[in-house]
């Protein structure tokens, strides 16, 4: 088995004024937020958005466990559509005591490099920083954060402090690289 070394990156904003907001993209784009629970749904844009760049952690999961992960107060998912048609998400998760990590980010491959990625985020950024305001049990939001690593897409980190991002930490670990294959969302969906 074939050893790499992966690096990732955390990321955080302390102040809603942090945020850079990104030019809405032409055309029909939206942002919709997905408010029924649907494992079939967040399983197909989470292994869209991932499949090629290795996000593997939540494929095994049962239809029970998405479904308490998307239920769970504080859980938000947040969609971009182009014309109707699915081309992303991201997805807030208020950990307490005023921090709101951003868990997963990203655009299907077909619908990179069309600007949608720095509305998305600037979009769920947003939304992070008034997460207290929709859960008032929760402390007013002071921190937004997120982590990406070496495996992700070439404008990931560029976009993040395009946004107003800071770096807090870094580590490099090894991991191996032949332990999963990248799935996309069927097996053979992206060709080499």
Partial sequence: ????????WSLEQTAPTDLR?????E??????????????FSRFLYASVGGDIRWTD???????????HLDRPGTETWVAYERGTPAGYVELRAQGDGVVEIVHFGLIPAFR???IGGHLLSYG???????AERWPERKPTARVWLHTCSKDGEHAMDNYRRRGFRLFDTKVEDEDED??????????????
């Fill in 21 to 25: 907001p990104a030019a809405v993209p």
């Fill in 1 to 8: 088995m074939t050893s790499i070394a992966v690096t990732t």
């Fill in 113 to 115: 490099g069309r600007r």
């Fill in 58 to 68: 939540r494929l095994g999961w049962t239809y029970a466990r998405w479904l308490e």
């Fill in 125 to 131: 950024v947003a939304r992070a920083w008034d997460l």
């Fill in 27 to 40: 055309g029909d784009v939206r942002v919709v937020r997905a408010e029924v629970p649907s494992p079939e």
């Fill in 179 to 192: 332990e999963v294959a990248a799935p996309g969302p069927w097996p053979g969906a992206h060709p080499a």
